[in-house]
């Protein structure tokens, strides 16, 4: 792949939104994930400290791009789920990517995107999407969910819900599908069940034994 820098995009709205409205928005919420395309991703192995985890999908496969909206629910198997720790970097992002037919540079996906929770609530209101793209006809975009600044941890979440604006270009159809989560080096996350309730930063040797300790919960439980 080739060099990509995303920029963490943030949901704005001006002035004090009345209750009619904030009725609105949770019922267009609600609309987009009621008839969102399911996309379930295995996290790997729980549980699991680590800072970068991704899986391949296919399920917008054979979709052309002919500008519509997308809307997709990424949800996790096997009943996992991500912590973020305060240890958690706040570059914290969640890449989508998603592969063409087209040898060449195809335009930017677009959109907005949130986490979800257990019940496939959305954990915060939804933030714009960092977006990029390369010569190898492949479109990636990012949710940083740390750019609201509403987001405290520990938090957990099951997956996430992505509202996507598809360039113009009917020919062109998806012909594959990455998700990741990345953090930066040293500032894990979990894939739970069974990782630690927090991990506060400046606190190596913590870190070691808390790892070592998820190493041996790995290995009872193969």
């Known amino acids: 792949m080739n060099s990509i820098s995303l920029r963490a995009g943030k949901f704005q709205c001006s002035g004090a939104a009345s209750p009619a409205a904030i009725v609105v928005m949770i019922m267009l919420s609600w609309s987009g994930q009621a008839k969102a395309i399911p996309i379930w991703i295995d996290l790997g192995p729980s549980p699991s400290l680590t800072s970068h985890t991704s899986a391949p999908f296919d399920g ?12 997709i629910n990424v949800r996790f198997t096997n009943n ?25 540079r195809v335009g930017f996906l677009d959109g907005t995107g949130f986490l979800l929770d257990q019940q496939g609530n959305a954990l915060t209101a939804p ?36 509202d996507l604006i598809l360039p113009d270009h009917p020919l062109v159809t998806i012909t594959g599908g990455d998700f990741g989560l990345i953090s930066d080096p040293g500032h894990v996350f979990g894939i739970g069940p069974g990782v630690p309730p927090d991990i506060v930063p400046d606190a190596g040797s913590t870190l070691l034994l808390l790892g070592i300790s998820v190493t041996g919960l790995v290995a009872i439980k193969r």
């Open 60 to 71: 917008l496969d054979g979709i052309s791009l002919a500008g519509q909206t997308l809307s």
């Open 127 to 162: 933030e714009d999407l960092g977006r990029a793209s390369d010569n190898h006809g492949s479109m990636h975009v990012g949710l940083f969910p740390f750019s609201s600044g509403e987001l405290n941890t520990p938090v957990d979440f099951f997956g996430i819900h992505f």
């Open 80 to 104: 996992e789920f991500a912590r973020l720790f305060t240890v958690t970097s706040r570059s914290f992002i969640s890449l989508l990517t998603v592969q063409t037919n087209r040898s060449g």
